[in-house]
């Protein structure tokens, strides 16, 4: 797929599309998928854990790392796309939301 016909509504209906032909909807429940989306999140967190703030700016350097960082972004984006088709979150609005309310909360100097 190229870059041009990503979107989100687009990836969320690829992911259930793959999701339903091995039939794991019954699975995909918000408990469930947020335990998932927790444990992508630790092993993108395990990739830096022990780097230094100047090897971590670095980690994309190295094309082994910089596979598997590029593998657990990704899979930490999927469980929190299916999360908010499940629950009717559209992600972008409440993106979108949030930075407004931190641009009130937070004003620029």
Same mark, same amino acid.
């Given at each position: 797929?190229?870059?041009q @016909?990503?979107?989100v ?15 794991w909807?019954p699975? @995909? +429940? ?9 444990v ?20 994309m ?8 960082? +590029? ?19 559209d992600?972008?609005r409440?993106?979108?939301a949030?930075?407004?309310?931190n641009?009130l ?5």
């Open positions: 797929m190229t870059e @016909h990503l979107d509504a687009k990836l969320q209906r690829r992911l259930a599309e793959f999701a339903a032909a091995r039939n909807q699975f @995909h +429940t918000p408990k469930n998928l947020v335990a998932a989306l927790s992508e999140a630790s092993e993108l967190v395990e990739i830096f854990q022990w780097l230094t703030p100047e090897e971590s700016a670095r980690v350097d190295d094309p082994d790392t910089a596979h598997r960082v +590029t593998d657990e972004v990704a899979d930490v984006l999927a469980y929190l796309l299916q999360l908010c088709e499940v629950l009717g979150v992600p972008l409440a993106l979108a949030k930075i407004d309310r641009e909360r937070f004003p620029a100097p």
